[in-house]
């Protein structure tokens, strides 16, 4: 961890010379004393697991603990050695050491699980197998059910994108109790995933007694089974999904719309352009850019989707209804699969990464070469 | 989409008719969306004052359509009658929902402090380990967000087990310490950007250390949205279920989990579900409704420019 803070600002700090070797030669000692703690430790207990030495720690958590003492002295050889640059590289390493520990070692970890053999609930334990887990995964007709899903999931947030763009103009509209409607609309997003899955998905949507059943029943629909036919039990799912998630959506563009110059708009009132005319020449195209964001990080959550699915359909009719990550927490929850469902999961990581990585090309080069 | 910003419109459509059939569109479509988001609510609570018969003929409206009763809050423990009882629903409710607030305040307030001095550093100074410079580390944090949690579940699983942090608040904090950070950054980055670095200068001059600077000067002008960030990550983390139900069992288990706990075998108790959902989502709504200017604050961090 040798980053170098080059010193941008301000301009009047020279600290290097300031300081004496003693308190340089101090704080490479702090640095590698530390250093060889952690490893020292580290080794300990490996030997002790692996059955080498009797001494070491019943579980692996004084690793931690010396992982933090090791975060701190290293901050205090980085103040002893490098004086001020030192203090600055302080704002940044305590989020970047945390969250090299919390993703960096885990994903790793996981990589070498998703090659083993490993169920919780049998006694064999974890048996190295290699690429099996892979293999069986591009046999899975159930794991491509639910990327396939995953692909109409996401296409949905179009049609969110759509009334979320629709609500911000209605918002952004000359209208009273402004505030009242922007509280209420936001309102779906601070419940509870979980909680919105029964109170809409399980008991509004009730077949028996739900008024949303009722209601369909009055409007001609007369077996309203939301959640039995695969195709219907998706569309009920992406309802769902939108309800709670749109707000966030819309609060996203009305600062878009909030943000635009009026200017723009009385010009092209006086050029005669028509309602339909200026929204589709003037105020989309300037909302590319918010609306791009906006759809972006949609999406970004879309993938993530899985608590409403496991709540209401446990990925039913038949995995009709499985996002990929509801299809790995069952494999986990019911068949305690943690090789094949790590490697199920860490497939899911490769191809949501060159997804996204895409995604973002794509849509930079799209509002570059709208605007 | 053929609603259009009023203001402008409205001068343009002389006739009064097409003025009013303008109003009437808008107002109808705002309170048509209204319904839409408070419908549910609405049935969720009135559903945790009916009986079973009241439940499954559909009835709607209290007093009229059915007579309240607290069935579903005694179930809870929480009902006027049952309230000074003991209760082991109302007491494991209780556990629960403390387990809820520690871990999404401990969360939240971890990813604000340690979000906050990263972004800072981030924006005002630059540095550079190996070959990654400032916009190299920036986006490995904000590329966090799109980790999928089922990603870090399973080793996670497997980690906290060794580590003896499964079931553990500590355990849950700092997973959703790990969720929330991206955001924190991202909404912070946009936040200090915003401040001119002249006031630290000044500052530094005046013979302030860099982090006195940072205490002193910045923070103070930070701190709507810091707020903003905090109360963005308390929704994330308390509305979270996929790491709870995964890592939690017995003693840290959040509320979401038991939510979603109760739909056992033997069906639904329509009324006690209701009466827990209620309880559940009542914390944020009030949050919501109350701090609604800095959620807004933070949804919109960096979206503009």
């Known amino acids: ?371 | 989409m053929s609603v259009q910003t009023t203001d402008y419109v409205a001068s343009e459509i002389r006739s009064p008719v097409g003025f009013l059939a303008n109003r009437v569109f808008i107002y109808g479509a705002l309170a048509f969306w209204a319904f839409i988001c408070l419908f549910p609510i609405y049935w969720t609570i009135t559903t945790s004052f009916k009986t079973a018969v009241d439940v499954t003929q559909g009835h709607l409206i209290p007093f009229v359509d059915f007579q309240p009763d607290w069935k579903g809050w005694r179930s809870l423990g929480l009902s006027p009658d049952s309230i000074f009882q003991t209760s082991t629903v109302r007491e494991e409710f209780f556990k629960r929902f403390m387990n809820s607030v520690i871990t999404s305040v401990g969360a939240s307030s971890l990813a604000i402090v340690i979000g906050s001095l990263a972004a800072y550093g981030l924006t005002r100074y630059r540095y550079q380990f190996a070959w990654f410079k400032n916009e190299d580390i920036s986006f490995f944090f904000l590329s966090q967000l799109i980790l999928p949690p089922v990603v870090l579940a399973l080793p996670f699983l497997v980690l906290y087990r060794e580590v003896g942090l499964l079931d553990t608040r500590i355990g849950l904090i700092l997973l959703y310490t790990l969720m929330v950070l991206p955001i924190v950054i991202w909404i912070m980055r946009d936040q200090f950007n915003s401040i001119p670095v002249e006031l630290e200068e000044a500052a530094l001059v005046d013979g302030l250390s860099i982090w006195g600077a940072f205490f002193r000067i910045v923070m103070p002008i930070a701190l709507p949205g810091m707020v903003a960030a905090f109360i963005l990550a308390m929704v994330l983390c308390w509305n979270e279920y996929f790491f709870a139900a995964l890592l939690t069992s017995t003693d840290a288990k959040t509320i979401p989990v038991m939510v979603a706990s109760q739909t056992g075998s033997q069906g639904i108790n329509w009324w006690s579900m209701a009466a827990l959902a209620t309880a559940a989502i009542a914390p944020l709504a009030v949050i919501g409704i109350a701090l609604e200017r800095y959620l807004i604050m933070g949804m919109t961090a960096g979206a503009v420019k």
């Open chain 1, 1 to 371: 961890m040798a980053d170098q803070t080059t010193n941008a600002w301000p301009a009047n700090a020279g600290p290097a010379d300031l300081i004496s070797p003693g308190r340089k030669q101090l704080g490479f000692a702090v640095m590698a004393v530390a250093t060889l703690g952690l490893l020292a430790v580290i080794a300990l207990q490996i030997l002790y697991k692996s059955e080498v030495t009797t001494l070491g720690f019943d579980t692996w958590r004084p690793i931690v603990y010396a992982y933090i003492l090791w975060g701190v002295a290293l901050a205090v050889g980085q103040v002893l050695t490098r004086g001020e640059d030192g203090q600055r590289a302080l704002f940044l390493l305590p989020a970047l050491l945390f969250t090299i520990a919390m993703v960096i070692f885990p994903t790793l970890f996981g990589f070498y699980i998703a090659l083993t053999d490993w169920n919780l609930s049998s006694f064999a334990g974890r048996k190295f197998n290699g690429l099996d887990n892979f293999w069986q995964m591009l046999a899975d007709p159930y794991y491509r059910n639910a990327l396939f899903n995953m692909v109409l999931y996401v296409l949905a947030v179009l049609v969110e994108y759509v009334i979320a763009f629709g609500l911000a103009l209605l918002l952004n509209a000359q209208i009273r109790a402004r505030k009242f409607f922007r509280v209420v609309f936001l309102l779906p997003l601070m419940l509870s995933p979980v909680a919105v899955s029964w109170m809409i998905g399980k008991s509004l949507m009730e077949y028996r007694f739900g008024p949303a059943a009722t209601l369909a029943r009055h409007l001609g629909w007369d077996n309203p089974a939301f959640f039995s036919n695969p195709i219907t039990a998706r569309i009920s799912i992406m309802v769902l999904d939108a309800w709670t998630f749109i707000p966030f959506m819309m609060i996203m563009l009305l600062a878009g719309l909030q943000a635009m110059s009026r200017d723009v708009l009385e010009a092209a009132r006086v050029d005669g352009a028509t309602t339909w005319q200026t929204f589709w020449q003037v105020t989309f195209p300037l909302m590319l850019p918010v609306s791009v964001t906006a759809v972006i990080l949609r999406i970004i959550f879309k993938l993530k989707l899985a608590d409403i699915i496991i709540t209401v359909t446990s990925g039913g009719p038949g995995g009709a209804t499985d996002s990929v990550s509801s299809f790995i927490y069952r494999e986990y929850r019911d068949r305690s699969n943690v090789g094949y469902g790590t490697m199920l999961a860490m497939a899911y990581l490769v191809l949501i990464v060159v997804f996204v990585t895409w995604l973002l090309k794509f849509a930079n080069r799209f509002v570059r070469n709208v605007n």
